[in-house]
């Protein structure tokens, strides 16, 4: 057996410890949240005005008419879709940093684009790579005429096609880039200044998710009216032919700008923060416990084949 003497793990292994921290950070966040993204997909799909009393009085009516557990309504399809999501974003994510060269030397505050571009890219790959389980979950988070996560693929595919697994898939893109790209260069950028005052001290996990809501403040705001154009484009007729600038004319047309476009992004920063701050703060942490948990299995077998190659030696 080859024994690594250097003690660093492979990029396979490294690749494989960003999909599992990954995915579990995601899980994590968005199950946390799931009654707040329920209720603002409601609102966003609907001609209703947002306000924190009608956000209680949807929750209310949901728990008294189907119980507490259909605040989780579509939460299957929500870990079908963000557990691959995160796994890839993540990793994909860490690559990119690589890639771009984020991190070498002070390359990082010399050319903050590089972080930005990192950031855009794992939420572009991402996004294309689970967009129909995106889909699924909006529409059973809104319909509840939808049993499973299967039930809605085969109903939307025999009524639409399969391209109708790929509704509002334009406005996703266009709003992932400065989504992902803002969520991840802020954190980031913060974790860098952190460093920078204070040196190489581990960050307080607190500290961490204060980090990682204001990045998630700054991600959610800078594209969220893109979020309103896709979310009536996966679940509404009619908004797909009308294309990302008809539907942004209707909506505010209809309901106006401010209360339009921006419905529900109160609530945003609400959830957008809490989720994003766990998010970033599990994956960091459980990333850096699994290196060690390899890097432990590393330096075990390195000792035990020294022991083994002592013992034929006769020493």
Known sequence: MT?????????????????????????????????????????????????????????????????ITSLWRGNSATMARVVPYAAIQYSSHEQFKHLLQVETND??????????????????????????????????????????????????????????????????????????GSSFFTYETLKRLHYDYYGNNDIHPLLRMLFGAIAGLFGQSASYPLDIVRRRMQTQHGYVELGIIGTMKKVVTEEGFIHGLYKGLSLNWVKGPIAVGISFTSFDMIYKFLLTVYIDEIQTSSSSSSSSAKVSSGV
């Open 3 to 67: 024994v690594r003497s250097d003690k660093k793990l492979t990029h396979t292994e490294r690749v494989i410890t960003s999909l599992i921290a990954g995915a579990l950070a995601g899980a994590m966040a968005k199950t946390a949240i799931a009654p707040l993204d329920r209720t603002k997909i409601y609102f966003q799909t609907q001609n209703k005005m947002f306000t924190f009393p009608g956000v209680m009085d949807f929750l209310l009516k949901s728990y008294h008419e189907s119980g």
């Open 107 to 180: 390359q990082k505050r010399a050319h903050p684009h590089r972080s930005f571009m990192a950031g855009s890219l794992a939420g572009l790959v991402s996004t294309a790579s689970t967009y129909p389980l995106d889909v699924a979950r909006a529409r059973m988070a809104v319909c509840s005429t939808y049993p499973s996560l299967t039930q809605v693929f085969l109903r939307s595919i025999n009524e639409g096609g399969i391209l109708s697994l790929y509704r509002g898939f334009i406005p996703t893109i266009c709003g992932v880039i400065p989504y992902a």
